[in-house]
């Protein structure tokens, strides 16, 4: 069983940055790729980042060179940076992994990016 907490959002002005966390539990979360998504309001889910079990990392094109996915399996917690935020980031973000054919979600931190 795979348990994902997010935290780390809030206000913040264009040009911000926030850190956010997914910290887990279970040792699936080791090797696990997990992702980061956003759901702003009225449109679709969708993927910001992935972190492979490795260290790999993939980003969405309207993310790519603001942001920043790591992770501390030690701690068994993966971050997104997230620099020069824009208002069009404001969304509900995500955090997500697969274990055994199964989906595990957080239930999300709310990023605002306003003037």
């Known amino acids: 069983q795979v348990q994902l907490a997010e935290s780390g959002g809030g206000s913040v002005q264009p040009g911000g940055s926030l850190r956010l966390a997914c910290a887990g539990s279970?040792?699936?979360?080791?090797?696990?790729?997990i992702g980061w998504y956003r759901q702003a309001l009225g449109n679709q889910r969708e993927r910001v980042a992935l972190?492979?079990?490795?260290?790999?990392?993939i980003y969405a094109d309207s993310v790519k060179g603001r942001f920043s996915v790591s992770r501390d399996n030690g701690n068994r917690t993966v971050y997104l940076q997230m620099n020069n935020l824009k208002p069009e980031d404001t969304a509900t973000y995500l955090c997500?992994?697969?274990?055994?054919?199964?989906?595990?979600w957080g239930k999300g931190t709310l990023v605002t990016v306003s003037s």
């Open positions: 997500g992994l697969t274990s055994a054919g199964r989906a595990y």
């Open positions: 279970g040792s699936a979360f080791d090797s696990a790729t």
């Open positions: 972190i492979s079990g490795r260290g790999t990392t």
